[in-house]
């Protein structure tokens, strides 16, 4: 969860870690990512992703990866 300066929600990401068929290290399917209409453009979503990629490398994920529709904004 990113929180703003007054300590309130501005932004999430979920995710699932699981085991792989093609990896010994299990790997993590980003779930959602969310971010406020007023607090997009303003690093919120890189910064989620950010800290998510330091998650993987502390726990050795194989990999990180995500599905979206080619339209979602």
Known sequence: IACDSQNTAVG???FIVHLSTWNIN???YLYDLYVKPEHRKAGVAKMLMEELKQISTLHHWS????ITEPDNQ
């Open 63 to 66: 990999r990180i990866y995500w």
């Open 12 to 14: 999430f990401l979920t």
């Open 26 to 28: 299990p790997e993590c």
